[in-house]
């Protein structure tokens, strides 16, 4: 099964991808991070964020994504712009018709390190163990586009279970 995993931002939005094979190991398909030109209005970064996201979709084929929850920010400024890239993001998502499921960042801290208040270094470097990387990851976005990716392969099963049980 492979995984998209999405770090929403006002500057940056991360993405990882990475797959699950039927053993259980965890490989790195892709990475990185789409950036707008701040010298160009709103609308048309948004627009370019949508169809960078596209691109990203149609090559590489994700089953599932996993996009990091909007937290309550003292910034009204940049949770409304972080908003509207998570609206985009989502609009992507449900168009390739891709099931979205939203982690907060402490249950991602929490699924890859196991304590739901490890700093940002400790969670990129369980991104590295975890994915056998030579090194951390970077840019910052990243990697937590990776954990988030990585957080949704080990709550998946606790999900599916779930599911199960529902019917």
Request: aromatic share 6%; hydrophobic share 40%.
């Amino acid at each position: 099964m492979s995984v998209i995993g999405i770090d929403p931002g006002t500057s940056i939005t991360g993405y990882g991808i990475i797959e699950e094979n039927i053993d259980g190991e965890i490989r790195l398909i892709d990475f990185g991070v789409i950036k707008p030109d701040f010298k160009i209005p709103l609308n048309k970064n948004l627009l370019t964020l949508f169809l960078q996201l596209n691109e990203l979709i149609n090559l590489h084929k994700p089953q599932q994504s996993a996009v990091e929850k909007l937290f309550f920010q003292r910034n009204l400024k940049t949770a409304s712009s972080v908003g509207e890239a998570r609206g985009i993001i989502l609009l992507a998502l449900a168009q390739a018709n891709i099931p979205v499921y939203e982690y907060n960042p402490m249950e991602v801290k929490q699924s890859v390190t196991g304590y739901g208040h490890a700093d940002k270094k400790q969670v990129q470097q369980m991104v590295q163990t975890l994915l056998r990387l030579k090194e951390i990851p970077r840019p910052d976005d990243a990697a937590d586009a990776l954990a988030i990716a990585i957080c949704h392969i080990h709550s998946r099963k606790m999900i599916d279970s779930t599911n199960l049980n529902e019917y």
